[in-house]
């Protein structure tokens, strides 16, 4: 079945440092790759998508980069701030279903 | 916020009983699923539900079992709830494809099963 890994599963940096989290997909089917951002005891909510016809989407500070080729895709986020401490997710889609990576606690130290 | 209404919030249970979750929604979205989240695996679908009375199980469905009898409500039973079902449950929903619109999540129910 579909398989996504995401690494790495723990990821600390700098106030104002740039944080890069990996998604490797199996399912070449796969055509829509969400992000999704969970702060603690809350629920994951979407923070930016792409779809396979497009190679790179920015939104502000965040932007996800993709390689159909390679099957891997990515999520940077620039000059990062204390708001930005929280755990994310990476998904790919399959027919009706989206799959998910294992999770990124991202840290952001002052 | 998307219209998601998860009860109960938190639920603790004895092993052996049946447990049932339920999940509302007023967006009148055709696609609703229940995921559970554990540490080290992330969001794992249990079963979703493309409309009235179709459902389709998910990567963890053993265990689980779901109705939906209206548009608006998507239930989730645990038979005889087992320690290893202590987790805590989302339901989302979606519009249509999940390729074609996002996915939406409630607010979450903690289970613990003791």
């Known amino acids: 079945g579909e398989n996504v890994e995401q690494h790495p599963s723990t990821l600390s940096v700098q106030e104002g440092d740039s944080a890069v989290i990996k998604c490797t997909y199996s399912?070449?089917?796969?055509?829509?790759f969400p992000w999704y951002k969970q702060e603690l005891g809350k629920r994951p909510q979407l923070i930016i998508d792409?779809?396979?016809?497009?190679g790179e989407k920015k939104d502000q500070r965040i932007a996800v980069t993709l390689n159909k080729t390679a099957k891997h895709f990515s999520l940077h986020i620039t000059e990062t701030q204390p708001e930005d401490s929280a755990v994310y997710f990476c998904?790919?889609?399959?027919?009706?279903?989206?799959?998910f990576g294992q999770g990124t606690r991202l840290t952001i130290n002052p | 916020d998307a219209g998601i209404t998860q009860s109960p919030r938190h639920k603790v249970t004895e092993t052996g009983t049946p447990v049932t979750l339920r999940c509302h929604q007023t967006?009148?979205?055709?696609?609703m699923y229940w995921y559970r989240q554990d540490p080290g695996h992330g969001l794992r679908l249990i079963h979703y539900?493309?409309?009235?009375?179709?459902?389709d199980k998910g990567e963890v469905s053993d265990g689980y079992s779901v109705s939906r009898s209206k548009t608006e409500d998507f239930l989730l039973t645990l038979e005889s709830a087992t320690s290893s079902q202590t987790s805590v449950y989302f339901c989302?929903?979606?519009?249509?494809?999940?390729?074609?619109?996002?996915?939406?999540f409630g607010n979450g129910t903690r289970l613990t099963v003791t």
């Open positions: 989302a929903i979606s519009e249509s494809l999940v390729n074609d619109s996002p996915l939406h």
């Open positions: 399912d070449s089917a796969s055509n829509y």
């Open positions: 792409i779809r396979s016809n497009v």
């Open positions: 998904a790919a889609s399959i027919v009706q279903k989206l799959v």
């Open positions: 967006e009148n979205h055709r696609y």
């Open positions: 539900s493309y409309g009235v009375k179709d459902t």
